[in-house]
């Protein structure tokens, strides 16, 4: 093969796949295929977990504040490669350098976050719970973890999971997503610069065969999954039936609520952000937009205009404001539901469709569709991509009432000046994640990613404390000295 083969990261060693089962990895912006990345049978996932559980028996009695002496080491490395990181991330996901280095920066703040297990992983005490009897709870680690991540943020999503897993004594195996091979192992590469040992982390690629051996292996003790819906519902079910502690975070569908008296150069700035930003190939990405009463002659107008002025291409070029999508298929797909909303009577108020015509990279353009009815597949499906939806809607009421209808939950945001409206729209509203007067309301690694309904399987978030209770169980002992 004349382009380099992805290796696994097992036991502290980089090592070959044996199989022959192979994934092209394509640079978006010019459909050049990069890599080829190998899928792990079921006997390499039971090798490597076997080796993750080996390690796992050691790592566990090694002390919290030296178990996080790594972690520090690896925050400072990935700093020291952010630019090196960021722009592997561009060469095989699309997303623009700038927006790369953003995410790269979120990696490095859950690393942080987890640098504090210390205090986190702290039980509780009380002394004579009874005669002459003191009681207090301590957390321990499970064992050996699993993450199994989708293409859109290759170094954070993966971040959510193992640095708070390992700090707190488990060891992990993580199976990146196999279109974006190339960023995980150069994160991974720099975990074992910082002197990670042997098995406590791992790095195997695959598909649905290399979940499946690890959701069901018996010596997982837990599984952290983030992609689309039908795979988090598969992957929590499945996990479950087979004994595991599971996080399964799914797809989604963000409404962006406008009032009248929103400020609306700000707004149209966070719209286009979270609509346009990394082409729409995220999952607090809005898009539907509910302009509510006469605010939505002004706000397309300038909405519209602003687009238009977007410049969509190589994401590695200083000025490109959106990149590709991440693979041809997903870009037909998502060209597939620009066709689907003109069929279905929508109006175009841009049409992203041309972007791409001559040439080679996966490009769709920005899209505003207008008169978008609810029962639209454009206003129901996650696109995953830059199309914007726009019901119009005539008070708050019918908003917070269309945004509840959506089996989706992750995030939402309303833009106005006044009060009472952003206070009503937080407490009514059936999603777990809110911004008043942001673009995408991506918590900070401090507090859970707090997903519900079809955007979430499970009880403990990603991150933050829940992150913590996730990824160990509590003892409670109690004693008596006479
Ligand atoms: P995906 O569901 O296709 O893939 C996610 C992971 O599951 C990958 O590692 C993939 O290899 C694996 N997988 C795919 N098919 C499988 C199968 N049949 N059985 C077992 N495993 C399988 O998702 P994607 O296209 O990589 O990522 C985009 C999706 O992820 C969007 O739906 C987006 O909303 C979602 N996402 C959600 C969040 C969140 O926090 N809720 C964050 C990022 C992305």
Request: glycine letters at 8%; one cysteine or more.
């Amino acid at each position: 093969m004349s382009v380099p083969l992805v290796r696994y990261y097992i036991n502290g060693q980089w090592e070959e796949g044996t199989t022959w089962t192979f994934h092209p990895v394509t640079n978006p912006a010019t459909g050049a295929v990069i890599a080829q990345v190998p899928f792990a049978s079921a006997s390499e996932v039971d090798r490597t977990v076997k080796a993750a559980h080996a390690a796992f028996l050691s790592w566990r009695e090694v002390p919290v504040i030296e178990r996080v002496q790594v972690l520090y080491r690896y925050k400072a490395l990935v700093e020291k490669y952010a630019e090196d990181i960021a722009r592997i991330m561009t060469t095989e996901n699309g997303k623009t350098f700038e927006d790369a280095k953003l995410s790269v920066r979120r990696s490095v703040q859950m690393i942080e976050v987890a640098c504090g297990m210390p205090s986190l992983m702290m039980g509780d005490s009380l002394h004579n719970v009874s005669k002459d009897i003191d009681s207090y709870s301590i957390r321990q680690p499970l064992g050996v973890c699993a993450g199994i991540t989708p293409f859109n943020f290759p170094a954070m999503v993966p971040m959510w999971m193992f640095p708070f897993a390992i700090a707190a004594g488990n060891t992990f195996v993580l199976k990146p997503s196999e279109k974006v091979p190339l960023t995980p192992t150069r994160t991974a590469e720099l975990l074992h610069d910082a002197g990670v040992p042997a098995g406590v982390y791992n790095v195997l690629h695959g598909g649905k065969e290399t979940v499946d051996a690890l959701i069901e292996h018996p010596l997982v003790r837990a599984v952290s999954f983030v992609g689309s819906t039908p795979i988090a519902k598969y992957v929590y079910t499945t996990a479950a039936a087979h004994g595991k502690r599971v996080q399964a975070l799914g797809g989604a569908k963000n409404h962006h609520v406008v009032m009248p008296d929103a400020n609306l150069e700000k707004t149209v700035e966070s719209i286009i952000s979270s609509a346009f930003g990394a082409a729409g190939e995220r999952c607090l990405a809005g898009s539907v937009l509910v302009p509510v009463g006469d605010v939505a002659e002004p706000l397309l107008k300038l909405l519209v205009e602003k687009t238009s002025a977007m410049k969509v291409g190589n994401g590695i070029e200083p000025g490109t404001d959106m990149g590709p999508l991440v693979t041809d298929a997903h870009c037909k797909k998502v060209l597939g539901y620009i066709e689907k909303g003109v069929t279905e009577g929508a109006t175009p108020l841009l049409d992203g469709r041309k972007t791409g015509e001559g040439k080679t990279g996966f490009f769709a353009g920005p899209t505003i569709f207008d008169n978008v009815t609810p029962d639209m597949t454009i206003a129901r499906e996650e696109i995953f991509g830059p199309v914007l939806s726009v019901i119009r809607v005539k008070t708050l009421d019918d908003a917070i009432a269309l945004v509840n209808s959506s089996p989706f939950g992750n995030t939402t945001s309303i833009h106005t000046r006044d009060g009472y409206s952003a206070r009503r729209y937080a407490e009514k509203i059936e999603v777990g994640m809110v911004g008043i007067n942001i673009g995408v309301a991506a918590p900070m690694a401090f507090f859970p990613f707090s997903g519900w309904k079809a955007s979430f399987f499970g009880d403990l978030h990603a991150h933050g404390k829940d992150a913590v209770a996730f990824y160990t169980e509590t003892k409670v002992i109690m004693t008596r000295w006479v």
